[in-house]
Nanobody, 128 residues
Framework: VQLQASGGGLVQAGGSLRLSCAAS????????LAWFRQAPGKVRDFVAA????????YYADSVKGRFTISRDDAKNTVYLQMNSLKTEDTAVYYC??????????????????????WGQGTQVTVSS
């Protein structure tokens, strides 16, 4: 699976951005798509994930209630709507994909090592 992330930019605190991740290639083998982020000098952290089929989605506590992950099956695209942005949301955001079993839960979805396809990253900068 090839992933192309876009939509990053500079926004003031309290503003919104929508990130997109377009998937191509063997998308039928992908059942989990996620967003991770990495700030300078920090490890890559989980943000949100969604199953390619069904309605299950998962969020990091730091973004619950502010971020929403969704997908457009016809476009093979996953979105991350980010509202009420904070300066601490500043990071490079990466989308990732992996095959996931039906019984896998939030712990599996939030672990970056489980994902075998990664997009190139898109910079999100939130100014105060």
């Amino acid at each position: 699976v090839q992933l192309q992330a876009s939509g990053g930019g500079l926004v003031q605190a309290g503003g919104s951005l929508r990130l997109s991740c377009a998937a191509s290639g063997r998308t039928f083998s992908t059942s989990a798509l996620a967003w991770f982020r990495q700030a300078p000098g920090k490890v890559r952290d989980f943000v949100a994930a969604i199953r390619w089929s069904g309605s299950s989605s998962y969020y990091a506590d730091s973004v619950k209630g502010r971020f929403t992950i969704s997908r457009d099956d016809a476009k093979n695209t996953v979105y991350l709507q980010m509202n009420s942005l904070k300066t601490e949301d500043t990071a490079v955001y990466y989308c990732a994909a992996a095959p996931a079993g039906p019984s896998f839960g939030s712990a599996w979805f939030s672990t970056s090592a489980n994902y075998n396809s990664w997009g190139q990253g898109t910079q999100v900068t939130v100014s105060s």
